[in-house]
């Protein structure tokens, strides 16, 4: 296999990973910055206070991106299985 075919499936891969992470990364980082300056207004010092919240978030986000992120997945699958034979280099 060619190099410039390992650096186009890898830079794809990671493209697709970052795709995919970043709807559930960004609302669990707004709702523990949100809990976060709630509980600095009120001085509420408590540490499980943000799980149960990231959790439910996680999960909408999930239900409603979970068709794009399944879509981004399932393309880059296709691309990756219908390009076999072009990266499969007999010598």
Same mark, same amino acid.
Do not use: C, H, R
């Given at each position: ?14 493209? /697709? /990973? ?32 943000? &799980? ?6 996680? =999960?909408?986000?999930?239900? =409603? &991106? ?5 879509? @981004?997945?399932?393309? =880059? ?6 390009? @076999?034979?072009?990266?499969?280099? =007999?010598?």
């Amino acid at each position: 296999m060619y190099d410039n075919a390992v650096i186009s499936i890898a830079k794809d891969a990671i493209w /697709a /990973a970052i795709l995919v992470s970043a709807p559930i990364l960004g609302g669990s980082l707004l709702i523990g910055l949100l809990i976060s300056v709630l509980q600095a207004t009120t001085q509420i010092q408590e540490q499980t206070l943000t &799980f149960i919240p990231k959790i439910i978030v996680v =999960f909408l986000v999930l239900v =409603f &991106f979970g068709p794009w992120m399944l879509n @981004i997945l399932v393309g =880059f699958t296709n691309n990756l299985l219908i390009n @076999i034979p072009n990266l499969i280099s =007999f010598q």
